[in-house]
């Protein structure tokens, strides 16, 4: 019953910008801490930010720090990941996740309790 969707993956040439959604359903979403992975061919599933359910607090990887920007909308159920200044190396399928809320953020995939099915995106040089 919990569902996690995302949409507004595509193709951006290097250096634009892309707005990526995840509409949550099935859980109560302001208690849960959501995030942003990645999973480009033949490489692992990549942390990429998370926000906390409590606080709002975000947290990135270093690869897109500065560049990617993580918000919520609790009356939507909805995260969001706009990602500016894009990259060839951003290229990835972007998956959102959700995890009860803990003291402690995580970064870890394998903390995180649900998955919505990825969105690819393709950035061009």
């Known amino acids: ?3 996690l969707v995302e949409s507004g993956g595509g193709l951006v040439q290097a250096g634009g910008s892309l707005r990526l959604s995840c509409a949550a359903s099935g859980l109560t979403f302001s208690s849960f801490d ?42 939507k159920n909805t995260v969001y990941l706009q990602m500016n200044s894009v990259k060839p190396e951003d290229t990835a399928v972007y998956y959102c996740a959700a ?27």
């Not at 803990?102 to 995106?121: E, F, I, K, L, N």
């Open 1 to 3: 019953q919990v569902h």
């Open 34 to 75: 959501m995030g942003w992975f990645r999973r480009a061919p033949g490489k692992e599933r990549e942390f990429v930010a998370a926000i906390r359910g409590s606080s709002g607090s975000t947290f990135y990887a270093d690869s897109v720090k500065g560049r990617f920007t993580i918000s919520r909308d609790n009356a």
């Open 99 to 125: 995890r009860g809320s803990s003291w402690y953020a995580s970064m870890g995939d394998r903390d995180y309790d649900y998955w919505g099915q990825g969105t690819q995106v393709t950035v061009s040089s």
